[in-house]
């Protein structure tokens, strides 16, 4: 069965006592056993049961019952958003004295969870150019535990060979982590590309039009715990499904950054549609490249399936005709931009990626605001730089409000 109709036919776990179509909205906090050994036995996990909406609950658990069958993954766990789903990835993984190799072509966000909040728990990130497969072998010593990159990074629009980069990782006997956020499931197949941890915002395609924040953390069981310095012990007792435990048992419950019941069904209703509106994005952000590559007023267009793209070979390889439904475009200025931006009518001045709507924002203002301007250089985000993330309206009506912003520009 294809990706469709997986997600409308993956079974509850029980069936609803009413015969819902639909996996009903467990909106509850706690559930009530018939006595005190029932209840000892499900804490204990001796006997499967939801006893607390933080630690499982039945709608989350059928959101994440259809990742696992649409990815035939080992294991899937759903977060409170995109970050939480990183985080407790990482607070999982590595200890203080570990450290991660990665980009600094990240999300803004991302960047300063890897820069900041994790530096002060002793976890070290090496940025070297995930390009250049020279730079990332350099980069490996022996308290390296992973490799981690996206797909297609935000707002870099950077594509790494993904396939390249697991070779690199199964022979040092790392782990390869991949937010997928911008190329997920249905666009890129993390299993195939040797992807042993993948993460991603389930904000963005899946929430079927941001209608919801959260996350998502798939183990395809592929690594080797006993390599781990962190979970060696546990790979003992749980072999394959030592972080899945860790993370399930330990992690997630500590921290509590857990989806709730109303958020995973309509995150379970976005994925019904996922396919259809993925494709429509994915094929709009196409046409309208190739039209501005073509608009005397833009100065530079980066989209990895341009054949102008440096990356659309690799794009095409790994993720096929659709590569994604993120542009950027370089106007002269900052002050171009945002004439830009201000007299768009269609196209929404907001942040978010991957809604039914076509969102706009200046990255280096917003999402990377944080930063100096020294700084910003050294991330590669340009202040005359404008993300646009593409929806699934007419391909026509978005070039013609494009255009007509656009030409207010003297």
């Not at 909106?27 to 607390?52: I, M, Q, W």
């Not at 494709?279 to 196409?286: F, H, M, T, Y």
């Not at 073509?294 to 690799?314: C, M």
């Not at 790994?318 to 542009?327: D, L, P, S, T």
């Amino acid at each position: 069965m294809d990706f469709t109709t997986r997600v409308l036919n993956t079974p509850y776990n029980k069936s609803d006592i009413h015969g819902a179509l639909r996996m009903p909205v467990y909106d509850t906090a706690a559930f009530e056993y018939p006595d005190a050994e029932s209840l000892e036995a499900a804490f204990l996990n001796r006997k499967p049961g939801h006893v607390y909406s933080r630690l499982t609950n039945p709608t989350v658990e059928h959101l994440e019952n259809i990742i696992k069958e649409v990815t035939g993954a080992l294991g899937v766990i759903s977060f409170s958003s995109g970050m939480a789903a990183i985080s407790n990835t990482f607070f999982a993984l590595v200890q203080p004295g570990d450290n991660i190799i990665t980009t600094k072509h990240l999300f803004g966000n991302t960047y300063s969870l890897f820069h900041k909040t994790l530096k002060s728990f002793g976890i070290k990130f090496r940025f070297a150019d995930l390009t250049d497969l020279t730079s990332v072998k350099g980069a490996i010593d022996k308290h390296t535990r992973a490799i981690f990159l996206e797909t297609i990074t935000n707002p870099m629009l950077e594509v790494a060979d993904a396939g390249a980069l697991s070779e690199i990782a199964r022979e040092n006997k790392i782990l390869l982590i991949a937010d997928t956020t911008l190329t997920p499931l249905y666009l890129f197949d993390s299993k195939k590309h040797h992807v042993d941890i993948e993460i991603i915002s389930g904000t963005k395609y899946i929430s079927g039009g941001g209608t919801s924040t959260g996350g998502i953390v798939i183990d395809y069981g592929t690594y080797d715990w006993s390599h781990s310095e962190k979970l060696s012990n546990d790979a003992k007792k749980y072999g394959h499904f030592t972080f899945i435990a860790k993370l399930r048992k330990e992690v997630h419950r500590n921290l509590g950054a857990c989806l709730s019941p109303h958020n995973a069904y309509l995150q379970t209703l976005g994925l019904e549609t996922f396919a259809l509106r993925a494709e429509r994005s994915c094929a709009n952000s196409l046409e309208i490249a190739e039209w501005l590559e073509k608009h005397p007023k833009v100065g530079k267009v980066n989209y990895p399936g341009l054949k102008s793209s440096a990356y659309y070979n690799i794009s095409q390889k790994q993720f096929g005709k659709y590569a994604g439904a993120i542009i950027t475009l370089d106007l002269a200025s900052k002050e171009e931009c945002f004439l830009f931006l201000n007299n768009l009518k269609i196209i929404r001045r907001a942040t978010n990626l991957n809604d039914n709507k076509t969102l706009a924002l200046h990255p280096a203002s917003t999402i990377f605001c944080e930063y100096t301007p020294e700084e910003l250089v050294q991330l590669g985000v340009s202040e005359n730089t404008i993300r646009m993330a593409i929806g699934i309206e007419s391909a026509r009506d978005l070039i013609d409000d494009i255009n007509q912003a656009l030409n207010k520009i003297d």
